[in-house]
Every structure is written in C-alpha cells, then in structure tokens.
C-alpha cells in the first residue's frame, strides 16, 4: 500500500486513539464532578433539615417554658396545675423545680437532682436555659422568674414525646425517594419516617445543642439514589462510546482491506492486459513467419510446406482460443453471457477437445491416459461452453507440467452428476493457493517471475461455465506431484424420475 494511504491510516487511529483517551479521560471527571455535585446537594439538604428539627426543638421548649413560667407567676404554686401541664407538653418525661436556697417545689417531697450543684450564680442572676448532658441524656436546665423569686426547673426529655411532636412534625411529611432517619447516641436507629429496607446510608450530620447526642441521616433506596444515576449514565456513555470505537475500527479494518482487495485487483488487471498482449503476440509472430516463407516460397517439399499449413492452423486456433477466453470472461463480467444447455453426450467431447490438442501434446511427448466410463449418461450442458473449459484445463495441464508428462482426461458418473476429470503430473499447486487460483486474473506468484505466460482468467472461467451449468468445478493438488482438476456437471434425470 503506498506511503500516503499508510499516513492516511495511521492518521485516522491516531485520532482515534486520541478521541477515545479524551473521551474516557473526561467522563470520568464528568462522573467524578457529577458525584460530588449530588454529594454537595445532599448535604445541603440534610443540613437544612437538621437545621429544622434543631429550630423546633428550640421552638416547643420555648413554648412549654413560657407556659410553665406563667404556672409559677401564680401566688401558689398547684401540684394540679403542673400535672396538667405535663400532659399537656409530652416532650418532657420528668419535671422538678427547686429554689435558689435548694429546696424541691415539685415534685413535693423529693431531694434535689444532682445537677442543682452545677448550675452556676450568673444564671441565676440573669435567668436563661442550658442544655446538660447527663450520661446520655440532654436535660433542660431553665432559670424562671417565679413569683417568690427564681426558679429551676430540671425537665427531662421524653424520647417518644420528642419523636411524636418535634421530629414527625419535620420529618414526617417528606416526599421523595430520599428518607431522613434520626440516630441515637448509638447510632441506631431511632426515629424511621418510612421502611429503609431497600435503602443505603449516604451521609450523617449532627444536630445543634439541642439535640447533641442525636444525628440525622440520609437513606437512598440503592436503584434511585442519584450517584447510581450518575453511574448508570457514565456506564451507558463508555458502552455507547465504546460501540462508536468498535464501529470506527471495523470501518477501519474494512476500508483497509477495501483498498488492498482494490490495489491488488487493480495490479492483477495490469498484469492481465500485459499478459494478453504477451499470449497474443507469440501465435500471431509465428503465424507471420511461417505465412512469410510460404509467400517468399522458400520451403523446397511439399511435406514441410504442409507443416507449415498447419502450424498457421494451430496458432490461429490458438489465437482464437485466446479471444474466446477474454471474450467469454468479459461477458460474463458484464453478465451478458448466456448458454445453450441441452443433454449430450460426453465422450464424442473429450476426443475433440483432445484433438485440438493433438500437436502439441506429441511435440512435447506427453503420454495421455483417456478413460470414460461405459455407459456414461448424458450430460446437461451446453457443449461449446464444456469444450472451451475443458480446453483451457488441459492447456494448464500442458504449460505447467516440467519432467513428468502425462494427461489424464477421464468421465465418470458420481451420483448425479458426471464428473470429468484432467490430471496432470506437473508442478502441482501450494495447498495455500487451492482456494484462490479460481479467482479471476488470480496467478501463482507475479506474472515477473512466472516463467509460463496466462491470463488469469482461465480458471475462472471454468468455475463460472461449471456453476452457470448447475454443477461444480474443485481442484486436488499436490506440489510437485501434479493436479486433478474436476468439472461437475449434471446428467440428464429419467422421465421416470430415477436418476437417469
Ligand atoms: P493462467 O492463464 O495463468 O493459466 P488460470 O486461471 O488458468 O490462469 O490458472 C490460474 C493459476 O493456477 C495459474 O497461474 C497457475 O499458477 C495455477 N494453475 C492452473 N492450473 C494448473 C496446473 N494444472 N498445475 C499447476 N498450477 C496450475
């Protein structure tokens, strides 16, 4: 192939290559970039929501300290009242006031919790609410303006009071595939808006100083989540890409051996009309010379005179042969060829085709074997058309056989076909050439170094006139032991419609 196609080529996978890098390079980042996006986004979400219950929490304690504020502005402080405000702001499982000289308002005989030690003077100076830790548990510490002066109050946390009224209030009415969930101190699971079963953690976030120990966070069912959208989007990009490669490099492979099937029809339809030219003018020089020395009258007897004739004869048939050949293979490249089939005999056929060939055989020395079986059936076929490829096997026969020179020619019936057989015992033929020798213009080696002249085409047409007749033509050979070429043709089937 020559050198501008080679760069043409070599061009072509080059941007493929560089195309295939780039695109696997930046899908990856887009997945990368995509992933982190969705992350981002994710987190955003949750911390808003955790931002949320954080505001609520704040919210109903605001709301349950403000009532119970106005309890203790009261002249006496009810155990009744306090009771029913219990009930009334379930987010609080315990509830104990003491006053600033330590002494237990409610629940009435009860000793002060712990925590009354840690609380320190500002606050109750100043009034305000904590949030204390105790182990596990957050308590709400809170300073209230009572009516005999200020007032602690210890309320303790109701986990389900807190699920009920603060977490399934913001929580609860979320729409989408996402589920937000609340984890304990523990990290299990605490409050479930919704069955998780399917779904994957993608992250956690913790609350604010309201809800310290506890973090919320994010359920993604496994098929939904946007990352496995993003994953199954980059998956379905490489295969899509990677379809778009193959079909580049198939287009590439075919289109290369396109043009290497196009040079090398291209250099053997060179050597062709080289080669016919060649076979033309050896018959047409040798016709002349000898029509020449007739016309001069230079031959002194009659006998070499007659041998004169009939070497014009052989070459003009020769040529004719020659014509024939190119003619009949350009019309059957045109498709134009057409062919008169009817049933015949085969041996009368042999014998002139064997005729033809009388003078050479003999000048050459070959021995011939000719075997047709008896009773032979008829043939379908159109004899001119069997006679001409018949021609051009024993004429290969002749040209490629060296030391050894014998011709078989030989018909057999082989089912229902008649098979007729040209063996040679010359040069032989590669096993690697068997399957192409039938090609058109197709010659062993280059016609250069090919001592024996053709034109390439002999063979095809043989295979074309065998497969036109309905039959076949095959070849068994050996290299230096010789080659049976087989032409199949069909017989004539019985009106009985056995097989003949
Ligand atoms: P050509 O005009 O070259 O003989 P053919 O189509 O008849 O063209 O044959 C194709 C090639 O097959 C030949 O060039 C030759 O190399 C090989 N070939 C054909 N017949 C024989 C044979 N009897 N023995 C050895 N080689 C053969």
């Given amino acids: 192939m020559s050198r501008a196609r080679l760069l043409t080529f070599g061009a072509v996978v080059a941007a493929t290559v560089v195309l295939a890098v780039l695109g696997y390079v930046s899908l990856r980042q887009w997945q990368a970039s995509a992933e982190l996006l969705f992350r981002e986004q994710s987190r955003d979400m949750v911390i808003m929501a955790a931002e949320k219950v954080e505001m609520a929490m704040l919210k109903a304690e605001e709301e349950c300290l403000s009532s119970l504020q106005a309890l203790l502005m009261e002249p006496t402080l009810r155990p009744e009242a306090l009771e029913e405000w219990r009930r009334k702001n379930p987010i609080f499982a315990s509830v104990t006031l003491v006053d600033h000289q330590g002494r237990v308002l409610y629940p009435p005989g009860t000793s002060p919790p712990a925590l009354v030690r840690e609380i320190p003077e500002g606050l109750w100076d100043r009034g305000g609410r904590r949030h204390l830790l105790v182990g596990d548990e957050v308590v709400l510490a809170a300073v209230i303006p009572g009516s005999d002066g200020p007032v602690l109050a210890v309320l303790g946390r109701s986990v389900e009071g807190v699920k009920r009224d603060v977490l399934a209030k913001?929580?609860?009415?979320?729409?989408?595939?996402?589920?937000?969930?609340?984890?304990?101190?523990?990290?299990?699971?605490?409050?479930?808006?919704?069955?998780?079963?399917?779904?994957?953690?993608?992250?956690?976030?913790?609350?604010?100083?309201?809800?310290?120990?506890?973090?919320?966070?994010?359920?993604?069912?496994?098929?939904?989540?946007?990352?496995?959208?993003?994953?199954?989007?980059?998956?379905?990009?490489?295969?899509?890409?990677?379809?778009?490669?193959?079909?580049?490099?198939?287009?590439?492979?075919?289109?290369?051996?396109?043009?290497?099937?196009?040079?090398?029809?291209?250099?053997?339809?060179?050597?062709?009309?080289?080669?016919?030219?060649?076979?033309?003018?050896?018959?047409?020089?040798?016709?002349?010379?000898?029509?020449?020395?007739?016309?001069?009258?230079?031959?002194?007897?009659?006998?070499?005179?007659?041998?004169?004739?009939?070497?014009?004869?052989?070459?003009?048939?020769?040529?004719?042969?020659?014509?024939?050949?190119?003619?009949?293979?350009?019309?059957?490249?045109?498709?134009?060829?057409?062919?008169?089939?009817?049933?015949?005999?085969?041996?009368?056929?042999i014998h002139e085709v064997l005729d033809a060939f009388r003078y050479p055989l003999a000048q050459r020395g070959f021995k011939l074997d000719v075997a047709v079986a008896p009773d032979l059936p008829e043939a379908l076929m159109d004899p001119e058309a069997i006679k001409q490829a018949l021609a051009n096997l024993v004429d290969n026969a002749l040209k490629y056989s060296t030391e050894r020179r014998r011709l078989g020619l030989s018909a057999r019936r082989e089912g229902t076909w008649v098979v007729i057989e040209v063996a040679d015992e010359g040069i032989g033929i590669p096993a690697g050439e068997l399957g192409r020798i039938f090609e058109k213009f197709y010659r062993i080696g280059r016609s250069e170094t090919q001592d024996t002249r053709g034109s390439g085409v002999g063979l095809a047409l043989v295979k074309h006139i065998a497969e036109a007749h309905g039959g076949r033509a095959s070849v068994e050979s050996r290299p230096g032991q010789g080659s049976r070429f087989s032409l199949y043709l069909p017989i004539v089937p019985s009106p009985l419609g056995g097989e003949g």
């Fill in 170 to 349: 913001t929580l609860g009415g979320l729409e989408g595939p996402s589920v937000l969930v609340v984890l304990d101190a523990q990290g299990d699971l605490l409050y479930v808006p919704r069955p998780i079963d399917q779904a994957t953690r993608v992250l956690t976030v913790a609350f604010g100083e309201a809800l310290p120990t506890w973090r919320v966070a994010l359920y993604q069912p496994q098929g939904l989540s946007a990352r496995g959208d993003v994953r199954r989007q980059a998956m379905l990009f490489t295969a899509a890409f990677a379809l778009l490669l193959v079909v580049i490099a198939l287009g590439l492979v075919a289109t290369y051996r396109l043009l290497r099937h196009e040079t090398e029809m291209a250099r053997l339809k060179s050597d062709f009309v080289a080669n016919v030219s060649h076979d033309l003018k050896t018959p047409l020089s040798l016709i002349r010379m000898f029509g020449e020395t007739l016309e001069l009258g230079r031959v002194p007897d009659e006998a070499t005179r007659r041998e004169y004739y009939s070497v014009i004869t052989r070459e003009s048939e020769r040529l004719t042969r020659l014509i024939d050949n190119v003619l009949d293979f350009s019309r059957i490249e045109g498709g134009g060829q057409r062919y008169d089939i009817g049933a015949h005999p085969v041996e009368p056929l």
